[in-house]
Nanobody, 126 residues
């Protein structure tokens, strides 16, 4: 019954900003890692940013310095603040979650995460 739901996607011009949110319900273990993934048409789903309970983060090289991941441990919500967006960022963005996550460097690998949202579309135009 674990449920994740993304929101905040939309269409923006290149160089613009967008904030994605993810709400979570039904499961909250002590050590939870959450992450954002994205999938463009014809491409594999890739990790964008991850965060553990302590706030330690891990970013894909392609988004470092532009995206910021954050979380509210009490509400079990996740945010991705995206700036300096480019057309290469166009994709469906997914929120993901896993319990029993104790690594100080949260993983960006797909198979680590168990629970997934439905995705939200982000489109960046030139």
């Amino acid at each position: 019954q674990v449920h994740l739901a993304e929101s905040g996607g939309g269409s923006v011009q290149s160089g613009g900003s967008l904030r994605l949110s993810c709400t979570s319900s039904g499961y909250k273990p002590g050590a939870v890692c959450m992450a954002w993934f994205r999938q463009a048409p014809g491409k594999e789903r890739e990790g964008v940013a991850a965060i553990n309970r302590n706030g330690n983060t891990n970013y894909a090289d392609s988004v470092k310095g532009r995206f910021t991941i954050s979380r509210d441990n009490v509400k079990d919500t996740l945010t991705l603040q995206m700036t300096s967006l480019s057309p290469e960022d166009t994709a469906i963005y997914y929120c993901a979650k896993v319990g029993g996550c104790y690594l100080p460097n949260p993983s960006l690998q797909r198979d680590v995460y168990v629970y997934w949202g439905q995705g939200t579309q982000v489109t960046v135009s030139s």
